[in-house]
């Protein structure tokens, strides 16, 4: 069995950088780190990946990953077809260990099935990581998307409700570091890739408390998200819930949705320690 985090959505190259490698702590587990990027390069590798793509993919020696993709195989969470290796569904055990560890996943996962069957829509919840959001749980009774989405999917933070939400939540400083930093692509002719207008919109998602975005990561697609605040007052999540552009108008979202989004989010906030 093969896994693969998201398909349909652009590979994120994994950087040495992205460790930290640079920082000299004498606890730093080097080999662990290597370990970790080459698992992280097979990020949309539907068909697997040879030596020297992932070495290519990790500013690894190909010496070096030839062994690490080796000792994957020994321990079961990757296997070789031909010239390639593909990651094993024994690599799920530690996507599954942060589940039922993680307070977050844990309850998310009942309250959008709650909310779900409310307003009978798709309904996700995400957290932000570097530039992108990464799903933590979803309930999908119908789908909108063609991108498959799933826990553990990532997708750019900037075009999304929810990543709109998180965005909106950092420090000033954070947000002007975002916003230099992070090349706005446009997913769709919607898309909004200019950053003044990001950044305008960035101020009415943290004045109004919520963000509605219009076809902007997909044609046809519509999707609105709250924050979730925890019990000590820090928003530690995005709650959303997309629709069908041609089937659910704006203010119906508005309406309906978005209060029922409110109030699971707040629910859930409230079960956060």
Known sequence: ???????????????????????????????????????????GAQEGLAVSEVAQRTALSRAAVRRLLITLEMLGYAERRGSSFLLTSRI???????LTSDSLARQAGLVLEQLSRRIHESCSVSILDGSQIVYVARSAPRRVMTIDLGVGSRLPAYCTSMGRVLLAALPEEQIETYLRKTKLSAWTPKTVTDRRRLRRLLVGVR??????????????LRSIAVPVTSQSGRIVAAMNSGVSAARVRRSTMMEQIL???????????????
């Open 1 to 43: 069995m093969r896994y693969s985090v998201l398909h349909n959505v652009p590979r994120v190259s994994v950087k040495l950088c992205d460790y930290r490698l640079v920082d000299p702590n004498p606890d730093f587990v080097l080999s662990l780190a290597r370990g970790l990027q080459v698992i992280e390069a097979f990020h």
């Open 92 to 98: 799920l055990r530690l996507g599954f260990s942060f």
């Open 207 to 220: 004045a109004h408390g919520y963000a509605l975005v219009d076809e902007e990561l997909e044609l046809g």
């Open 259 to 273: 209060p029922a989004l409110k109030e699971h989010a707040h629910r859930l906030g409230q079960m956060l320690a």
